[in-house]
Every structure is written in structure tokens, then in C-alpha cells.
């Protein structure tokens, strides 16, 4: 079975940064696309980035470009998430996805796992 497991949540002062990381297993890497989507409490998810698995071509909504920096390290089964100068509005449960492109990453992911909580306090 695809399990995808995020790690590095928590609560951080805004302008502060995190990293979050998704361990993947039952699948290799470059089998999927992999990306992060958000969603906090009464509101719809949110496409956040992806990583493509043939070229390493990349994928910011908006709302991530210049601030968050997404790699993978497929020797690990592992993607990153690098959040920098976290804002308020960024607080949210984030999930990594996988699937076979980035469209299904983004808006309906075959494989996305457990989050992790990130609270951005003002």
C-alpha cells in the first residue's frame, strides 16, 4: 500500500520558518509526482506545490512563490517542504500528495496521507 506520512509541524511566530517533511513508502519516488496541499478548519484545500518526477519541473500556487521551497530526495522516499516567512493566513493542516501528474496532485490526489499542523501565531 502508498502510505505517505508529513512530520515538522508545529507553532511558529510569524516571519519564522518550518520545514515539513513526507515520508512516502510502498512506492518509489519517481513512480509519482508529489506535492503539498493545505487545508485549515471550514475551508477548502489549497494547492500548495508540486515536483514532478521525470523532470524536477516545480509548481508554487501564488500564495508559496518567493516563500516556500519545495525538493525531494528520492534515495529517501522523502519530499521537503521549506517555509519561510510564515504568515498567519499560512496556518493550516498540510498534506503531501502523490500521483501520477500534477493536476491529480494538486486538485484530486489518488495518495495523500496523515498531516501535520502548522500554526503561524500573529
Known amino acids: 500500500d502508498v502510505q505517505l506520512q508529513a512530520f515538522g509541524g508545529g507553532l511558529v511566530q510569524a516571519g519564522g520558518s518550518l520545514r515539513l517533511s513526507c515520508v512516502g513508502s510502498?512506492?518509489?519516488?519517481?513512480?509519482?509526482?508529489i506535492g503539498w496541499i493545505r487545508q485549515a478548519p471550514g475551508t477548502e484545500r489549497e494547492k500548495v506545490t508540486c515536483?514532478?518526477?521525470?523532470?524536477?519541473?516545480?509548481y508554487y500556487s501564488d500564495s508559496a512563490k518567493g516563500r516556500f521551497t519545495i525538493s525531494r530526495d528520492n534515495a529517501k522516499n522523502t519530499v521537503y517542504l521549506q517555509m519561510n516567512s510564515l504568515k498567519p493566513e499560512d496556518t493550516s493542516v498540510y498534506y503531501c500528495?502523490?500521483?501520477?501528474?500534477?493536476?491529480?496532485?494538486?486538485?484530486?490526489?489518488?495518495?495523500w496521507g496523515q498531516g501535520t499542523l502548522v500554526t503561524v501565531s500573529s
Open positions: 510502498g512506492f518509489t519516488s519517481d513512480d509519482y509526482d
Open positions: 515536483i514532478s518526477n521525470s523532470d524536477g519541473g516545480i
Open positions: 500528495a502523490a500521483d501520477s501528474s500534477w493536476s491529480n496532485v494538486l486538485n484530486s490526489p489518488r495518495h
